[in-house]
């Protein structure tokens, strides 16, 4: 764990990495989430995006703050020996978080729903898109460390998906596809993370105190 003062595996560093795992699981599970909702209302057919949002609007809310927590509670339990890296996880998903968080506030006197600005507009499309993009930075560690192909196809395809709706490159159905694969490679990842015996994600201590 950084900042430790002993080279032993204790306690306390599986129990980061149980809960590390567990935020990636939850992120799994909203993705997963939107994907069965999408799917099951076919949502490439409905010609309005806004009356989808509000029709679905506590399901998708829902996932959307499991993942927002899922990917919080990751980014601040990861082991990583390069303490830059942690902190542009922690910048990311702070300034995503943020953003949320205005946007929400903000929707109290837009005429627009909350859901609609994050969807609809490019501020909150990029704001929204900090946050994945800080869970692409934990697939990109792992698939680095641990050679984890479904982490770095998910960390290939989420900028497409996000770039392609903010710059309307991609239809509803494609980017229901990719949605699809998205979700599949994250429960992958996050079941063969689960699989790992704990003490691979803390690797050699020592390092921390060099860095």
């Avoid at 799994?28 to 939107?34: E, G, I, K, Y």
């Avoid at 006197?109 to 609609?116: H, T």
Wanted: with cysteine.
């Amino acid at each position: 764990m950084e900042g430790s003062t002993t080279l032993e595996v204790t306690p306390a560093d599986i129990r980061s990495v149980r809960i590390y795992r567990g935020g990636i699981v939850l992120s799994a599970l909203a993705f997963v989430s939107v994907t069965v909702l999408a799917g099951l209302t076919q949502s490439w057919k409905n010609p309005s995006s806004t009356a989808w949002l509000a029709h679905h609007q506590p399901l998708v809310v829902a996932a959307l703050l499991l993942l927002i927590a899922g990917t919080g509670i990751s980014v601040m339990t990861i082991h990583l020996y390069v303490r830059q890296f942690h902190t542009l996880l922690k910048l990311l998903f702070g300034a995503g978080l943020c953003s949320v968080l205005l946007i929400a506030v903000g929707s109290f006197v837009s005429p627009r729903q909350f859901l609609e600005i994050l969807y609809l507009t490019p501020y909150g499309t990029l704001g929204f898109g900090l946050i994945l993009a800080a869970l692409c930075g934990i697939t990109v560690k792992e698939a680095f460390c641990f050679g984890m192909i479904e982490a770095i196809l998910f960390s290939l395809i989420t900028p497409v998906l996000v770039l392609g709706h903010l710059f309307h490159w991609i239809s509803s159905f494609p980017a229901f596809i990719l949605l699809c694969l998205d979700a599949l490679f994250l429960c992958i990842f996050a079941a063969r993370k689960e699989m790992m015996a704990a003490d691979l994600d803390i690797g050699d201590k020592s390092v921390y105190m060099q860095t």
